[in-house]
């Protein structure tokens, strides 16, 4: 249990560092703040999880990455953001965030298809990989539509010093923080599940998922608080989509991953349902209002319940 909560602490050192020093080398390079604060907003918060699941992949612990990232998704919408709406309402004004939403319903649903033969083989995973670089681009093409109000908060979000020694050092720290914190939040995972007699499949789905989500879900509900609802929608939804797209892909490409079936039938399922009760908040009065957030939590928590029972002897 310490093993896990330490690794916890790195990897929320590191993701916070490797932000920052990636947005001030961005901007140094003659990448606009908005662009930068735009791809942080949307992939910015997945570093830590990325890490978490490369390192497990490399140590033969692949169905705890599979569960991280699948895991990820249902805690993104449920608990996170449905703690950050109970907080404060949340207000869109990111044009983005509907079509976002959209792509990462079509693409747990294409990870469904694909994971009809039990497996996600190479060729998948460039599949999902490509459709990862398409959705960049098109996030950065259709970002230059953003009115005036949003570009600023996303700007603000991007602001550091652009000094290159102090982002290179940034860099280092927070590869060192982010491989040591996968190190212990792996092996922290095996030897709390082995003692509470869980699968690595179900370690990644909840501990190491709500574990990885909880430094998102303060910075989420302290950005609610400040009206920062497209911020908190932003490294939602993109973190989701770049879970499957960029991580599951990415997996893939490096090894083939046998995916049990219960993932068919209970997990993205569930990440489908949580991304379709998001949609009608963001397409209706463009606010995710605290009762909102209080059935997402609900249905974060009815999910939880259902993975329990499933290995209630």
């Not at 789905?205 to 302290?222: C, D, N």
């Not at 950005?223 to 939602?236: E, F, M, N, S, T």
């Not at 039938?265 to 009608?280: D, S, T, W």
Request: some cysteine; charged content about 10%.
């Amino acid at each position: 249990m310490l093993a896990l909560i330490f690794g916890l602490v790195l990897l929320a050192l590191g993701g916070d560092s490797i932000v920052k020093g990636a947005s001030g080398l961005a901007q140094r390079c003659g990448i606009s703040a908005f662009t930068a604060g735009l791809m942080l907003v949307a992939w910015g918060t997945s570093l830590p999880e990325l890490f978490v699941n490369a390192w497990a992949l490399a140590h033969g612990q692949a169905q705890l990455a599979l569960g991280n990232a699948v895991g990820s998704n249902i805690v993104n919408i449920g608990f996170t953001l449905g703690l950050a709406a109970l907080a404060a309402p949340l207000v869109a004004r990111m044009r983005i965030l509907s079509p976002l939403l959209v792509v990462l319903v079509v693409a747990n649903l294409a990870l469904i298809v694909l994971a009809l033969d039990g497996a996600i083989g190479r060729v998948d995973g460039v599949m999902l990989l490509l459709a990862f670089v398409a959705t960049v681009l098109f996030v950065r093409e259709k970002g230059r539509n953003e009115n005036a109000e949003v570009r600023a908060q996303v700007e603000q979000f991007a602001f550091t010093r652009t000094v290159l020694w102090l982002n290179l050092l940034r860099f280092v720290i927070a590869a060192a923080l982010l491989c040591f914190g996968a190190k212990f939040v792996a092996a922290g995972a095996q030897q709390l599940g082995n003692a509470w007699h869980w699968s690595p499949l179900l370690m990644g789905l909840l501990p190491v998922a709500i574990g990885t989500a909880l430094p998102e879900v303060a910075a989420a509900i302290a950005a609610a608080r400040r009206g920062q609802g497209d911020i908190v929608l932003g490294h939602v939804i993109g973190s989701s989509v770049c879970n499957v797209l960029l991580v599951v892909g990415g997996m893939a490409l490096l090894r083939p991953l046998a995916l049990p079936a219960s993932f068919v039938r209970l997990e993205l399922p569930a990440a489908i349902v949580l991304a379709l009760m998001l949609y009608p908040m963001l397409r209706g009065d463009f606010r995710i209002e605290r009762r909102e957030g209080g059935v997402l939590f609900v249905a974060f928590l009815a999910w939880v319940a259902l993975e329990l029972a499933m290995i209630a002897p």
